[in-house]
């Protein structure tokens, strides 16, 4: 063992009758701990919600978005088989129509949008067909997929109008028809069944969306065509690349999954790098800490620096001595967060859960985060860079009580003795 380390060690074990230090070191010990186990608990909860929700937009929307410069495609089929001729990466691809619709019944009228689709090519593409189930952790999913005359709701949009399977509903939307005597007018009506109700997991999709096969949306637009092709890739992250191809060769427009949610994935990815950076401090208290116990150190060993002096120790060992000495402090109480921290997160939900029943209410309602538990993702990247930070503030807490131990005249520091 070197002259430093050993010298170091030694100085973290106090002395009986200074305790006080000793404790003051456990304590800083303690303070990067939680620290590190605050950061990574956390940083792993929103790394899960992150990439849970990743996958249920990806799983409600189509990867890639072809559409018409200037119009609507009008033989869909046509650009299908264009697009994965050059394409390999497409897995399944379908029509897709949009039309924005009033929806009454009896009591009830509210506005959303009406998506008419193939549905078993829709269901290769999204997860419709998933969504009528109750699988996953979906609580509202029922029914069938649509046929002709008949819809698919949101379950949020069906609650607001009390819908229920077999429910008539009044389609209105803006179609203009010839009246005899009246003219022209726009709000055609159409009476539609509801086969079946969605459980997205996307408040968007539940709230607003519902469901038609193309026939049905052809009735309520009054006109041919397709708005856009959807397509589904082998993986999700090729989006750009395909696109770029389909652009340069084709002359389509397209419009990834990514770009459809860009604001939104840009707020969490700026929410994680400020939850980082806020919890960061907690570790930046406990550098403080060790700071304060080096400087205590330091004016307690004074005598036994300035002999350390005399003995031939020079400037640079005094001041390693006490840099590790910190460094000690900061890596064992990384390495004890680290430990505690992956063990806490992957085993937050039965943690979750206990706390739950030991005050009586729900810490994740399953209802409003769409999720059977608190989704979670240990990612060893940021492990490494919370396990970094951790180090880094430490070892720069260090360095102005080693300087100051390193400036200790041993003249001075004995002349007593």
């Not at 605050?38 to 992150?50: A, E, P, Y």
């Not at 429910?167 to 086969?195: D, E, K, M, N, Y």
């Amino acid at each position: 063992m070197k002259f430093e380390t050993f010298v170091a060690l030694r100085y973290l074990r106090s002395k009986r009758r200074n305790r006080f230090i000793s404790l003051i070191s456990i304590i800083s010990i303690a303070g990067v701990s939680v620290g590190v186990i605050t950061l990574i608990i956390v940083m792993s909860v929103m790394t899960g919600f992150d990439i849970a929700l990743r996958e249920t937009i990806i799983g409600n929307r189509s990867h890639l978005s072809i559409y018409e410069i200037g119009g609507k495609i009008q033989d869909y089929e046509r650009v299908i088989k264009e697009i994965e001729a050059i394409c390999p990466e497409i897995v399944a691809s379908g029509p897709v129509v949009q039309v924005e619709a009033l929806f009454k019944n009896e009591e009830y009228t509210t506005g959303g949008l009406i998506l008419g689709v193939d549905p078993e090519r829709e269901s290769k593409v999204t997860d419709l067909a998933k969504n009528l189930t109750d699988e996953e952790g979906r609580l509202f999913g029922k029914g069938k997929l649509p046929r002709e005359k008949e819809i698919v709701l949101g379950y949020r949009l069906a609650n607001r109008i009390s819908a229920r399977l077999g429910t008539q509903l009044q389609i209105v939307t803006a179609r203009a028809i010839i009246r005899p005597f009246l003219g022209r007018q726009l709000g055609s009506q159409l009476w539609l069944t509801v086969s079946g109700i969605s459980h997205a997991r996307m408040s968007e999709f539940d709230e607003v969306y519902a469901f038609v096969d193309l026939p049905t949306a052809y009735m309520l637009t009054g006109e041919k065509g397709v708005d856009a092709i959807h397509v589904k890739l082998t993986n999700p992250f090729l989006a750009d690349t395909v696109a770029r191809r389909i652009r340069e060769n084709l002359n389509y427009n397209t419009k990834t999954w990514y770009e459809d949610q860009q604001a939104f994935f840009d707020a969490l990815r700026q929410e994680k790098l400020a939850m980082f950076i806020i919890l960061a401090f907690i570790i930046l208290v406990a550098a403080f800490n060790i700071t304060s116990t080096l400087i205590m150190i330091v004016m307690e060993k004074r005598r036994d620096i300035g002999i350390l002096r005399t003995l031939g120790a020079s400037t640079n060992s005094i001041l390693l001595t006490f840099i590790l000495q910190g460094l000690f402090i900061g890596v064992i109480g990384t390495i004890i967060g680290l430990c505690i921290g992956i063990v806490l997160a992957w085993n937050i939900n039965p943690i979750a859960q206990f706390i739950a029943k030991l005050l009586g209410w729900d810490l994740f309602n399953s209802t409003i985060y769409y999720f059977e538990g608190i989704p979670v993702a240990i990612v060893p990247f940021d492990v490494m860079c919370i396990a970094i930070s951790a180090v880094l503030l430490t070892f720069l807490s260090t360095l102005y009580p080693a300087y100051s131990a390193a400036r200790v005249n041993p003249v001075d520091a004995i002349r007593y003795e």
